[in-house]
């Protein structure tokens, strides 16, 4: 089974609107942590923001930022005023602390398209 | 600040080649990862490893060999080139110190 779930695969938005991806997960560990990277057109794979298991604080990071449920076991990532270079692939990502190697378990990722 | 280089950047072989992947790293990372993704697939870890000379297998590794000789150094090879094979292959380095890793720019395998 899937441990990491990005229900959708593709999204689109207009310029300078707001976007909320959406990301699931399973474990059954206490501390982990949770990614968001950016997977661009030119193959770069570009480090968004990270969210902590034990964390409550808000994470954000520039236009950045997410929505941890962590009884849910769901991580949004929102991006505000939403710009063209914006556009790429969003991949949701668990590291169980478990593996202290820093194994990373991925989502199959979400196409974002923005119109100008 | 530093940087991950991936050569070449695509790669086209034949059916049964043995090809090779080469990733460098200049942060200093003790840790460094091969991932393949496929298309509508999320990253898939082949190879990792923890130090110079260490190799741990990931979810993917059959069919793969790595070779840590440096510390800056990772490189997979592709033992026999099949043609589902097709795939960007994403080199990243983590510090010891650090949760998130650094991804190379990727390689772009074609397998005629």
């Known amino acids: 089974a899937e441990k990491v779930i990005q229900v959708w695969s593709t999204a689109s938005r207009q310029e300078g609107e707001e976007l909320t991806l959406d990301c699931s997960y399973e474990?059954?560990?206490?501390?982990?942590?949770l990614f968001w990277y950016k997977h661009l057109l030119s193959g770069e794979m570009v480090f968004l923001i990270r969210q902590t298991s034990s964390s409550t604080a808000k994470e954000r990071s520039g236009r950045y930022s997410v929505v941890f449920q962590k009884s849910l076991k769901s991580i949004s990532l929102i991006i505000s005023a939403l710009q063209p270079d914006d556009s790429g692939k969003y991949f949701c990502a668990l590291w169980e602390l478990r593996y202290n190697q820093g194994k990373l378990i991925f989502g199959q990722g979400t196409k974002l398209s923005i119109k100008p | 600040g530093g940087i991950i280089t991936q050569t070449p950047k695509f790669l086209i072989g034949q059916e049964g080649q043995k090809l090779t992947l080469k990733c460098q790293q200049n942060?200093?990372?003790?840790?460094m990862y091969w991932y393949r993704q496929d298309s509508g697939k999320g990253l898939r870890l082949i190879y990792y490893s923890i130090t110079e000379n260490d190799l741990q297998k990931g979810d993917l590794s059959e069919g793969y060999d790595a070779s840590r000789e440096k510390k800056s150094s990772f490189s997979l090879t592709v033992t026999s080139a099949q043609k589902n094979e097709m795939a960007v292959f994403l080199c990243?380095?983590?510090?010891?110190?650090?949760?998130?890793?650094?991804f190379g720019p990727g390689t772009r395998l074609t397998v005629l």
């Open positions: 990243a380095s983590r510090d010891r110190g650090l949760a998130e890793q650094f």
């Open positions: 942060f200093n990372h003790d840790t």
């Open positions: 474990t059954s560990q206490v501390l982990y942590h």
